[in-house]
């Protein structure tokens, strides 16, 4: 399995912020996901991140609110934008290899 | 009807018995499982996977798929203190093509 590194691991921003999370893979990864977990919920799909082209967005989350970039197979960014005390959550990249997922470490994320 | 529903817990049981956890998923289309196990404040990390109806063994883990129940379950032999954990129930959303729906979680304690 490849590993992923995530950054920043937790940070404390300002309502009306934003903040990009970066994610870096040290291998080539075909799928990879941007999860949220906010405080005692489970982990819930914000959007399938595609290479190349526009991000793929679930149900309730909305690309001007969380803009994803995927320039290539090792990397991606999620920004939260313009942010409000409801946005404070863990945030998770993960890839899939074969039928399986793998999380990167979380940015753990408090808005003011 | 949420798509993948869980038992919150908390589930409580003595070292060394049988810890049973279990989940529905409303999406028929779903072929793949998984159970991942998620310590506070840590990614979550794949327990099992499964794809075919029946029983599949892994050490003192054994996951059960019933599609036409629309049923996992995972059975947890000789319980052990270091297994208190959350317990993520996952399967596969066919319409977000790879993507897992996460359940909330069962929340798991073994005591000594």
């Known amino acids: 399995s490849a590993v992923i590194s995530q950054k920043p691991s937790r940070d404390i921003c300002q309502r009306g912020t934003s903040l990009t999370i970066q994610c870096q893979v040290d291998?080539?990864?075909?799928?990879m996901f941007w999860y949220r977990q906010q405080p005692g919920q489970s982990l819930t799909l914000i959007a399938t991140?595609?290479?190349?082209?526009?991000?793929?967005?679930e149900s309730g989350f909305v690309i001007d609110k969380f803009p994803i970039s995927r320039p290539n197979l090792t990397f991606s960014t999620l920004t939260v934008s313009n942010m409000s005390p409801e946005d404070s959550s863990i945030y998770l990249c993960?890839?899939?290899?074969?039928?399986?997922?793998?999380f990167g470490s979380g940015t753990q994320l408090s808005v003011l | 009807q949420k798509e993948v529903e869980q038992n919150s817990g908390p589930l409580s049981v003595p070292e060394g018995a049988i810890a049973s956890l279990n989940c529905t998923y409303s999406?028929?289309?779903?072929?793949?499982f998984f159970w991942y196990r998620q310590y506070s404040g840590k990614s979550p990390e794949l327990i099992m996977s499964i794809y075919s109806n029946g029983d599949k063994e892994d050490g003192r883990f054994t996951a059960q798929l019933n599609k036409a129940s629309q049923y996992v379950s995972l059975l947890i032999r000789d319980s052990q203190p270091s297994d208190s954990a959350t317990y993520l129930c996952?399967?596969?959303?066919?319409?977000?093509?790879?993507?897992?729906?996460f359940g909330k979680g069962t929340t798991l304690s073994v005591s000594s």
């Open positions: 999406d028929r289309g779903s072929q793949s």
């Open positions: 993960v890839y899939r290899l074969n039928e399986k997922l793998f």
């Open positions: 991140a595609n290479q190349g082209s526009e991000a793929t967005y």
């Open positions: 996952a399967v596969n959303k066919p319409q977000a093509g790879t993507a897992l729906i």
């Open positions: 291998s080539q990864v075909t799928m």
